[in-house]
């Protein structure tokens, strides 16, 4: 997923401030890197779908605390228990921050629980709102916002930043100081080469870094560490600058929906599924194409059996009506009773009708059989119907008599 992270400065946001900007198609590798004022940063593109605004590490304080049971809200109640939350922070921290807690923008870490001790990060919230604030009239509002540097990050890790002029250090302290002998000397000795914790250093002060340490230490360029701090769980939009939570949650989604159809790491499952799809429309319609030609010989065998048994007729339209009429003109003719008979509808009907129902009048009219007789509620009526249906007798009550015919066989 193309993604496009921008480095707030420790300045104010203005015209002479320089945002770095790293520019990447994967998410895997920096595409370009440069540091220019805010009117020269890229704008999105249709496929630069992410923009990711990063705080230094020299802007946030981190301050590490418990949380009372109950005051994480979750589901519905998450909203509501912003505020809340937001106040129980502010009681925990008040002696612990220079500033005034109003004044500060204030994030948890991802996925905190109140049964055990959790990071929150802290800035000035003026200066954060004013880089958003331009960075979004500029065209790159941001979806994500991360820190620099996080504690699990810090945690075995030493990181030099800089260059020989100004080398500065920092470690699971959380605290960015100055490199020098006296700040090495400090870290202590560790007991054995194995628990010395690995140090990586930017190229320009790498060479610095290794005297001092007197051991090799890790190159990572600074695009390439831009990019490793945009990829963590971390989101400091949270309290006050979550007031498009649903915008965002569409917004990830989007997001999720172009990198699964643009992103190279997804090119094997994207021919996959439409493999699928074409395979499921192949088989859909050869079970469709089998179940045509199956119902076609059907109808062709049943136009066979009238056509060889009764050779007059001329124009097949409807096989099986035709067959019923003309068996029912041969058993007319030969004497035999059939089902649309009145002797037959007549026992058929009396059968199924209930013992208190008796007939006052009978029509026949047509291999029609209308009988009138006492009426009968609506449950009476589909279970005769019903029953007379299945001995091939259609019947309904119509006013004040049954009315039953012989129905054609499909």
Not at 74 to 84: D, K, Q, Y
Request: hydrophobic share 50%.
């Amino acid at each position: 997923m193309t993604s496009l992270i921008i480095a707030l400065p420790n300045a104010s946001a203005d015209a002479s401030a320089q945002y770095d900007y790293v520019l990447t198609a994967d998410g895997s590798a920096p595409a370009s890197y440069a540091s220019v004022p805010l009117a020269l940063l890229p704008l999105p593109t249709e496929r630069q779908t992410e923009v990711v605004v990063l705080l230094p590490m020299s802007a946030l304080s981190w301050h590490q605390v418990q949380l009372p049971k109950g005051s994480l809200a979750r589901g519905l109640m998450a909203e509501r228990g912003a505020s809340r939350l937001r106040a129980i922070l502010e009681g925990l921290l008040e002696e612990r921050l220079l500033d005034d807690p109003a004044q500060l923008h204030l994030a948890l870490q991802p996925q905190p629980v109140a049964e055990a001790p959790i990071w929150v990060a802290a800035c000035d919230k003026t200066w954060l709102g004013a880089h958003l604030q331009a960075l979004a009239q500029a065209g790159l509002a941001a979806h994500r916002i991360v820190p620099e540097f996080t504690p699990e990050a810090l945690a075995h890790t030493l990181y030099v930043l800089g260059d020989e002029q100004h080398p500065m250090l920092l470690g699971a302290n959380l605290v960015l100081c100055p490199l020098s002998a006296a700040a090495v000397a400090w870290l202590g000795d560790a007991p054995a080469q194995a628990d010395l914790p690995e140090v990586v250093a930017e190229p320009a002060a790498a060479a610095l870094a290794e005297s001092l340490f007197k051991r090799p230490v890790a190159l990572q360029p600074r695009p390439q560490r831009l990019l490793q701090a945009a990829q963590t769980p971390w989101d400091l939009a949270q309290f006050e600058l979550v007031n498009a939570n649903r915008d965002r949650a569409w917004a990830r989604l989007a997001q999720g929906s172009k990198n699964l159809l643009r992103s190279p790491q997804w090119r094997a499952a994207r021919l996959a599924l439409v493999a699928l799809v074409l395979v499921n429309f192949v088989a859909l319609n050869a079970w469709a194409w089998r179940e045509q030609a199956a119902l076609q010989a059907k109808r062709q065998a049943v136009r066979a059996v009238l056509t060889q048994t009764f050779p007059k007729i001329p124009v097949v339209v409807d096989a099986p009506l035709q067959m019923a009429r003309e068996v029912a003109v041969l058993q007319r003719a030969s004497g035999a009773a059939s089902e649309a008979d009145l002797e037959a509808m007549l026992s058929i009907l009396a059968a199924v009708l209930p013992a208190t129902q008796t007939f006052t009048a009978i029509d026949y009219t047509a291999q029609e059989l209308r009988a009138t007789a006492p009426a009968v509620d609506d449950t009476e009526q589909a279970r005769v119907a019903l029953a007379l249906r299945q001995q091939g007798l259609a019947a309904a009550w119509e006013g004040a008599q049954w009315a039953v015919r012989a129905e054609a066989t499909p």
